[in-house]
């Protein structure tokens, strides 16, 4: 049986008049006692294993129960992250399957079990095949929101989201082993977070792109339920679902190009990481959507349980930044500049009956270039689907949208031939300072982003805090509360270096209307 989490002690010893050299605390979890670190009065407490290492019986498999371990364990570095390709600044390549630690950041260092403050759990982006929590500093969130922060990492890629017959006929939940890692972090929260003054009963999810997508996942999934109480989607919109048998055959054809010609779970699970990552391309073309349906942990269409009800039904916050594609664009990624023909040949991807009406909307004459006139174009077709989901989830929940749209944000890509203004992950500076991708400039904040940072944590904190995003209103810097999503209002909350302000009509200022027609969803 599992002990109840609880803390052990505080630091021996008194804290010294200096808070920097205060000692660390020593905090009991279920698996046994760990001291963490102090930083800014703050506490951290780093590279806690909530899993067993995923590595060879146990690749693609469910996550397994972490051992338990004799003395005090020390918690103050990150630990492994999660074996996966490199894709550029944004992604920390690894080769390494031993990866699934969690991270707590506190308020104060002096932490009181029971305290039951709400708890925040961070969902990194990284297209569900890259991505580490190690790049999230929850210490500025933690301390002006008096929340818990739980950063923490997920198998991506192959790793994570293998559906081969093989494995998938052993008899256990398959084929979305990320999914399954979140859910063992949540109920991971659920047993210990009270050792660390959080409270289990309120706890928020909030992710970033693939986060948001996985957020999205884990509000329609049957096995997450009651793990969680509210969730925030950051540029979470990728919901077209992979059937079984689409993501079947990718399995089958990795196994094939990774010369497993049997196709047995043996071949397969010997193989080494790096053949792993070098032959997943056939399940990168569907990870990157959306989840597969097994059965089990995704049961259906997210859109489909979203449309019914059919999801746990909790507060959401929902919303994107205001030049999505710019992170997105081939220069980004060491191409060449877009050029006029590859405006056309990019219209022509939402199909050729719909080319007239997108090059009406978006003329390529009224941008100062091809890249913006796409960004543009890309942009509508997000809004389109993201209002799509708040009308949708508005039927059942309080929803409140925001649009971020600071285009002064500093970027930690190198200078493109147009500007990237609030690209997409442009948000998460302000959340989390110093995040730079993984291999990006360091980047900081002035006096008015700062300020804007301040409102944004009291915003994301407050609504893990009681369900609605809250800040004190003086009619200028934050001209209004912030109301619930109407769809005939079709409201948002548009953040920018003004301030707070309460936008109506938001789709149409992207041609959403156009949006919907087309197959975008």
Known sequence: MR????????????????????????????????????????????????AAPPVGKLRWMPPAEAEPWTGVRDASKFANHCAQMDRGIFTMPSDTEDCLYLNVFTPKADVTAGAKLPVMVWFYGGGLFSGESDDYDGSKLAKRGNVIVVTFNYRVGALGFLSHPAINAEGHPYANYGIMDQQAALRWVNRNIAAFGGDAGNVTLFGQSGGGTSVMANLASPTAKGLFHRVINQSGTRIKITSPETALHAGEEFAKKAGCENQTADCLRKLSVADVIKFQDPILKYVTEYPSVDGTIITQPAVTSYESGNFNRVPIMTGLVQDEQSFFMSEVRGGKPMTADGYAKYVLTYGSGNKAAIEAAYPLDKYASPSLAVIGIAQGAKVSTARMLAREWSKYVPVYVYEFRDRTVPSYYPPMSFPMRAYHTAELLYLFPGFRGARGSEQTLDAEQNKLSDLMIDYWTSFARTGTPSAPVDGKYVEAAWSKYSADKDNAQYLDLKGAHQKTGYGADYHADLWDTTSVH
């Open 3 to 50: 002990a109840a989490a609880a803390v052990l002690a505080l630091a021996t010893g008194a804290a010294l008049s200096n808070a920097s050299t205060q000692q660390a605390p020593v905090i009991r979890v279920e698996n046994g006692a760990l001291r963490g670190k102090v930083v800014n009065d703050g506490g951290q407490f780093l590279g806690i294993p909530f």
